[in-house]
């Protein structure tokens, strides 16, 4: 009995299939700080930390879960890993990302297209909300900004703007977020999504112009409120290119605070993109002459018009519809009354249609001052060549 039991243990040893790697077989190596392998000429590093991968979301796994083509591998394997393909388990994620402009981008240049691993690591991914994961609201520009902020990235991408990541951090995004340390407010993937990022040409995109407003109207939900009730507001809805959105005023990266004096300052800048006719005429006034002096204490467009709620003159609710214009005025020159508020801030002495008075007035003031420089001009010159002639007879 005693041989048969032994011949039956070693025909079950040798039937039995060799164990796959373990992820202790694999640590045995790759816990070795020093442990590389040249690529293009440089050393990259193969160390896995241990404590690190235990942590990351993917701890639970085994190496050859995500590194399939090691499935069967009995021992060392060979120098040339397939890549791992996140998509076997993240299918859905990996939809998205296929129709978006990470996997669209210039095909010439694929190897600068972003990967899973460059968003969220390798072996030390963390859910979003763990304070050091790459994708962490605080960590995010960072991230993108490995990309996004390479001027060398850019120059193989013509669409691409180093500067962006610069914008951003100088911006009240990213002073907030990076200065504060305030996680609520707006990052990247606030405004461009995670998975999904479009082209601003992209209909779909969060930030093309069709839904600009509603991707700002997540966070500034009382603004772009106010905004939509706004002739601004009505001209966008009505399909207009002419209608500025946030982003026309405030800028797309580079957003700055609106009582800062360089937004202040600026400002008639902004709104005369679309009305240059009111900013000629306003900078002819006290009020654009001292802002063009770099002073923010005169009233600029805002302050008699509204910043997001800004009404045509004949809606009773506007800041300037005459039977509101005691009170605009009012927050600045104390005790203005019926007959202050006839001050014509936009006159034009050129339109003679707009107006008249002030255009004759003007045209009179002209023709008078004309002339007097000609007529003592003329006088001017008799009487040097008067005081000449009697100079020359004198010596005669």
């Not at 040893?13 to 070795?32: G, K, N, R, V, Y």
């Not at 235990?54 to 394997?77: F, Q």
């Not at 791992?84 to 010439?108: F, G, L, Y």
């Amino acid at each position: 009995m005693r041989p048969f039991l032994i011949a039956a243990t070693v025909l079950l040893l040798i039937a039995s299939p060799a164990a796959a790697l373990s992820t202790s077989d694999c640590l045995d190596c790759h816990s070795d700080k020093d442990l590389t392998k040249t690529v293009d000429g440089q050393d990259k590093s193969l160390y896995i930390d241990e404590k690190t991968f235990a942590g990351s979301v993917h701890g639970d796994l085994d190496c050859t879960d995500c590194h399939e083509d090691l499935a069967d591998v009995e021992d060392e394997h060979g120098e040339t890993v397939k890549k791992v393909q996140c998509a076997n388990c993240h299918d859905d994620v990996a939809e998205s990302v296929a129709n978006s402009i990470h996997a669209r981008s210039n095909a010439e240049v694929a190897s600068d297209l972003p990967t899973c691993s460059d968003c969220h690591g390798k072996h030390d991914i963390l859910p979003p909300d763990n304070t050091r994961s790459h994708v962490f609201a605080l960590n995010i520009p960072a991230t993108c900004c490995k990309c996004h902020g390479s001027v060398e990235i850019a120059s193989r991408h013509p669409s691409l703007d180093s500067k962006v990541c610069s914008d951003y951090e100088a911006g009240m995004h990213g002073i907030v977020l990076i200065k504060s340390g305030i996680v609520s407010s707006a990052v990247c993937n606030d405004c461009h999504g995670s998975h999904d990022i479009k082209s601003s040409k992209d209909p779909a995109s969060r930030v093309n112009r069709a839904n600009v407003d509603d991707t700002c109207g997540k966070c500034h939900a009382s603004i772009v409120k106010t905004y939509r009730q706004s002739v601004h507001g009505k001209l966008y809805a009505s399909g207009s290119k002419d209608a500025p959105t946030c982003p026309s005023c405030h800028g797309n990266h580079r957003i700055d605070r609106a009582m800062d004096k360089e937004f202040m300052v600026t400002v008639t800048k902004r709104c005369s993109q679309c009305h240059p006719e009111a900013d000629a005429t306003f900078k002819n006034t006290y009020h654009g002459q001292v802002t063009g002096l770099g002073d923010t204490a005169a009233a600029q467009c805002p302050d008699c018009h509204g910043a997001h709620n800004i009404l045509p003159k004949e809606d009773p609710a506007s800041m300037i519809n005459p039977d509101n214009l005691v009170t605009t005025c009012g927050k600045c020159h104390v005790g203005a009354n019926e007959n202050f508020v006839r001050y014509m801030p936009h006159a034009d002495y050129h339109d003679v249609k707009k107006d008249p008075g002030l255009y004759y007035v003007y045209l009179a003031m002209v023709i008078l001052l004309s002339g007097v420089f000609i007529f003592f001009g003329i006088h001017t010159i008799l009487w040097f060549l008067r005081a000449y002639h009697d100079e020359r007879k004198k010596r005669d």
